[in-house]
Structure formats: structure tokens, C-alpha cells
């Protein structure tokens, strides 16, 4: 018996290393640069500077603007693709024909790199090679400038994003809901309950873990939304669509204070793991999450 379990053990072993190597090795630099005042331009500035970098987080506006851009972000992203997910899967799970066609064309988004999902949404809401504002012109729309616009820039980006991931929660969904028992539908049918009857206190309650799943997935996805950032609007117009992660780039890539960058990192990091039990721990308590 012991045999076998250093057998298991030493067939992970590989795996362990990896992930040691790639994940804790670069977080424990990470943490450890972000207690410094680093400056590329200044190698001098590697000494230990205590928490100088999280007291000037504190009075830092523009990482406060950039919270607050990650957070509206954060949210219709994240809200929008499940609700189009969620409506999506219970078309397809409705017996359409051409069902396995269909939604390979809905996967599409998901597959593309997000390199070329930034440039394809970048070109539509480019002024005069926009199909978007040729087709508004056709109607006598206004025609705005969406990349350029103060308020319509972030919505171009949450636009671009659901569109990209939304086929994620949809595919979820849809597993999750080809899984629920016909008996209770059954019931619910000869009962007389009405369709969105049966949505509400059966399928929905059913799809409440995975709901929670591909929530989380996506929040913390929505976090990393570099690529539509940085290929779109570079955090224009002004910080209009400067997101966290895309000012603690700046920060550590364009300006070269690789110490405050990482305190940033550390800091999206903690907040992340911190949302992501806090929505377990209030979600989760009435479902088991598998």
C-alpha cells in the first residue's frame, strides 16, 4: 500500500515542480518586489522599502479611477455574459435541429485568440471603416467616434469581451441543464406549471452551482481583459477605460516602477481571492459547489 502511494506520489512529482516553478516562484518575486521602490532606470532602488508602495496606493487617484474602471467592468462583463449565456443554452436545450452547427458557431468567439478578438472589435468601432456606423448612417443614427468617446470607449471594450467569452457560460449552461432529471419536468408539465414556473423553481435552482462556477471563472477572467484593452484604447480616452491590470502595466512596463506595479498586482490579487470566497461563502451556502 505505501508503495503504491509513493508510486502516485512521484507521478505528480513532475506536475508539482511545474507548477512550483511557474506559479509560486514568480508570485514569492512578485511579493518580495512589491515591498521595494524599484525603478528599472535606477537599479540602486532594489533595497527594502517596507509598505512605501501600499501607503502611496492609498493616495494614489489614478489606481483609485482604475478600480472603480475594473469594477464597472468587472460587473456588466461578467452580468452580461450570463444572462446571454444562461438565454442562449435554453434555446439550444429546446430541441432545435441543427443544435451540434449551431452551437459550434457560437463557440467561435471563444476560440479566437484575443489578440484578433481586440483588432476585429477595433476595426467595428473605428469612424469610417465601422460597419456599426454605416448601418446606424443607413437609419440616420448619430454615428459617434466609440473608441474616442469618454463613456461609449468602456462600453466598446465590455462589448468586445462578452462577445468573446459569453460562449463559456452558455457551454456550461448548457451541459449543466442536458444533466437535470426529466421526473421533476415531467411533473412540472402534467402540474400544469407554466413555462418560466418551471424556469424559476426548478431549472434555475438546478443550474444555482454551476451558476456559481462559471461566475467565478469569469470574474476573475474579467480581471485580465489586458489584450481589448491594450489593442482598443491604450486606457483612453484620458483613464476612461483604464483598468487595474492596465495601469499596474503602465506603471511597471511604460514608466518602470516595477516595485509600485507589483504592490498593484499583489493588491488585485488579494482583492480577487478575497471576492471570490466572500461570493462562495454568501452564494454557495445553500448548494454544494463541485
Not at 98 to 110: D, G, Q, V, Y
Request: proline share 6%; hydrophobic share 55%; net charge neutral.
Amino acid at each position: 500500500m505505501q508503495g503504491s502511494q509513493k508510486g502516485c506520489y512521484l507521478l505528480i512529482l513532475p506536475s508539482i515542480i511545474v507548477l512550483f516553478v511557474v506559479t509560486i516562484i514568480p508570485f514569492a518575486y512578485l511579493f518580495g518586489t512589491s515591498f521595494t521602490p524599484l525603478d528599472l532606470t535606477r537599479p540602486e532602488t532594489r533595497q527594502f522599502g517596507g509598505l512605501i508602495n501600499y501607503r502611496e496606493l492609498l493616495h494614489d487617484y489614478r489606481f483609485w479611477n482604475s478600480v472603480w474602471v475594473q469594477i464597472r467592468l468587472s460587473v456588466a462583463t461578467v452580468s452580461l455574459q450570463m444572462l446571454i449565456g444562461l438565454v442562449i443554452a435554453l434555446i439550444l436545450n429546446s430541441g432545435l435541429r441543427f443544435i451540434e452547427l449551431i452551437r459550434a458557431i457560437f463557440l467561435i468567439p471563444m476560440v479566437l485568440p484575443p489578440v484578433v478578438v481586440a483588432i476585429i472589435w477595433k476595426i467595428l468601432f473605428t469612424p469610417g471603416v465601422s460597419i456599426l456606423n454605416w448601418i446606424l448612417g443607413l437609419v440616420h443614427l448619430p454615428q459617434p467616434a466609440w473608441l474616442t468617446h469618454p463613456t461609449l470607449a468602456l462600453l466598446a471594450i465590455v462589448v468586445g469581451d462578452v462577445w468573446e467569452w459569453f460562449p463559456f457560460t452558455m457551454l456550461m449552461f448548457l451541459a449543466s441543464l442536458q444533466m437535470i432529471p426529466d421526473e421533476p419536468l415531467e411533473a412540472a408539465r402534467i402540474d400544469g406549471a407554466s413555462y418560466f414556473q418551471t424556469l424559476f423553481y426548478i431549472i434555475l435552482p438546478n443550474l444555482k452551482p454551476i451558476m456559481i462556477v462559471a461566475g467565478l471563472f469569469r470574474l476573475i477572467d474579467s480581471i485580465k481583459a489586458f489584450p481589448l484593452i491594450f489593442i482598443m484604447t491604450a486606457g483612453g480616452p484620458g483613464m476612461a477605460t483604464e483598468a487595474t491590470n492596465y495601469y499596474a502595466y503602465l506603471q511597471g512596463l511604460s514608466y518602470s516602477f516595477v516595485g509600485y506595479s507589483s504592490a498593484i498586482s499583489v493588491v488585485m490579487l488579494v482583492f480577487t481571492f478575497f471576492l471570490s470566497y466572500l461570493i462562495v461563502k454568501t452564494v454557495g451556502t445553500e448548494v454544494e459547489v463541485e
